[in-house]
């Protein structure tokens, strides 16, 4: 069955984001294993994404509209921490099994040879 915006509606908190190298090196965390998150979707298609090391502060931010299609969220950015991000749609493979969420696909920058993995269990 396929995965609908409906299904994504809400807060979910971060469980990990990692980034996968093609080559097979082992996985980076580029928060730390421990990072926190939380990312909203709204029913208007709004997205909102915050994402910090656990007790250093470091962050990394992004909000903007998004669209689900063919078993992918498209997040396009209009604020982000990164300014380079600004204007950027990323796409993102959806993964939904009971209430946990995974979200991969390709990094925002092309030929970095890694992907994103990221992994949220549903608020509650």
């Not at 090391?53 to 998004?66: D, H, I, P, W």
């Not at 078993?71 to 982000?80: G, L, P, Q, W």
């Not at 969420?101 to 390709?106: A, H």
């Amino acid at each position: 069955m396929a995965v609908t915006a409906k299904d994504l509606l809400g807060a979910w908190h971060l469980e990990s984001w990692s980034f996968i190298h093609d080559d097979g090196r082992p996985a980076e965390y580029p928060l730390g294993a421990d990072a926190r998150g939380i990312i909203l979707y709204t029913a208007d298609g709004h997205v909102s994404a915050t994402l910090m090391r656990a007790n250093l502060g470091e962050s990394f931010a992004y909000a903007g509209r998004y669209e689900v299609r063919d078993d992918a969220v498209f997040h396009s950015i209009e604020v982000a921490t990164n300014p380079s991000l600004v204007g950027v749609t990323s796409t993102r493979y959806i993964e939904l099994m009971g209430e946990r969420l995974t979200l991969s696909g390709p990094d925002f920058s092309a030929g970095t040879g890694r992907t994103q993995r990221i992994a949220w269990r549903r608020s509650g």
